[in-house]
């Protein structure tokens, strides 16, 4: 699995991020059939890490992810001394289940918790597993700038962990107030964390440049040319009035498909299957010509990997892939562990029997990013 490029920690912002180098079991995708301990940041990444894929509530998740943020920056010292003294709540942001798991990774024990979620380590889904691994990046992903759940530091170095050679950080445009969508002026000052972020990576993994773009009811993009035009990749999505009629929704998205600053048409039916989101029926368009914009545009057919998208449906998947256009197998994680979700998205499409060459996240980032850049 990945290996950390370069350096065994890097800082970004005043967030600091260290490795647990020698503290047994250092990643959260290494797989830990051997039962081996990890330190107590990593047993706390990897539990949540674990429910994260398996799509369990955010709020039940985040204590793990808050635990790990606190004692990151503290002396190892200070925090077996803690587990020791039984004074670890002391600290904010650790209550006692979470103290309990640091205790039992500082004695060496593996917590029983993580004992339990190993069992669900497995593939996400069968049938991908060989396109699964040419998967080299994930176009498609949310911070906490926007409505995901963490630090895009922290988005990256989960990537980063899965072996991805890239990550488009993806956040939401303005006009999405619910996802706390990003003005021009946030999102500039996102890129500059973004700079800072690469730059302490040394270089074999990068953090992209990117937007999920709003398409608007006219098919324009929430965003303005000039911050487009500085992101090295633009996934553009409908998000409101999905249910508009066909020959405007056709319209609409076409329009953001000819747009050439449009890379990736995302989740394109806007449909919801299963989960505690509820249930939404798809889009209404001309898909055959939205597709037909999309093959001759050379911009790429996101296959969703969220189980409760599972977007395109399998009839216009075959579609595009007849139609001839390219495909981009995204996560769309708003958590770092729903990063791995790529597994569902590799098997739709080895299902669909799509060429995977034609899968632009099977390419080495510089292709990709020429690509991208090709319509400008
Ligand atoms: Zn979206
Ligand atoms: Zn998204």
């Excluded at 890129?191 to 098919?219: P, Q, R, W």
Aim: proline share 5%.
């Amino acid at each position: 699995m990945g290996d950390t490029p370069g350096a065994s920690s890097y800082c970004a912002g005043d967030q600091r991020v260290r490795r647990e180098r020698g503290c047994g079991g250092e990643t959260v995708s290494d797989q830990s059939a051997s039962g081996e301990a990890r330190g107590p940041v990593a047993t706390l990444r990897r539990i949540a890490f674990l429910m994260e894929r398996q799509r369990e509530e955010s709020r039940r998740i985040e204590a793990f992810r808050n635990a790990a943020r606190t004692i990151l920056p503290l002396p190892e010292d200070e925090v077996r001394r803690r587990a020791e003294t039984g004074t670890l709540t002391e600290l904010a942001g650790i209550g006692p289940s979470t103290a309990a798991v640091i205790t039992d990774a500082c004695n060496g024990i593996v917590p029983e918790r993580l004992v339990k979620l190993e069992k669900t380590a497995g593939p996400l889904a069968t049938g991908g597993e060989e396109l699964r691994a040419r998967l080299r990046g994930d176009l498609h992903s949310h911070s906490d700038w926007s409505d995901g759940g963490s630090p895009l530091e922290e988005m990256a170095m989960t990537a980063m962990e899965l072996g991805h050679d890239y990550l488009v950080l993806t956040d939401h445009s303005p006009r999405l107030r619910v996802a706390n969508g990003l003005s021009a002026e946030r999102l500039t000052r996102q890129l500059g964390v973004v700079d800072a972020v690469n730059e302490h990576l040394g270089g074999s993994f990068t953090l992209l440049k990117g937007i999920e773009v709003d398409i608007l009811d006219d098919g324009s993009l929430d965003q303005t040319d000039e911050m487009l035009g500085r992101l090295d990749v633009r996934v553009a999505s409908v998000h409101s009035k999905l249910r508009m009629d066909a020959g405007p929704m056709t319209k609409r998205m076409i329009g953001a498909v000819r747009n050439p600053h449009t890379n990736v048409l995302g989740h394109c039916t806007g449909r919801l299957v299963t989960g505690n989101r509820g249930m939404r029926p798809q889009s209404q368009f001309d898909a055959r010509a939205v597709f037909t914009a999309c093959a001759e545009e050379g911009v790429a057919v996101e296959i969703n990997s969220r189980p409760e998208r599972r977007d395109p449906p399998t009839k216009l998947l075959e579609l595009a892939r007849d139609l001839g256009c390219l495909f981009s197998i995204d996560s769309d994680a708003h958590a770092p562990g729903q990063l791995d979700m790529l597994d569902h998205g590799a098997a739709r499409a080895t299902e669909a029997g799509i060429d995977p060459d034609r899968i632009v996240t099977t390419w080495e980032r510089d292709r990709l990013l020429e690509w991208a850049a090709s319509r400008l």
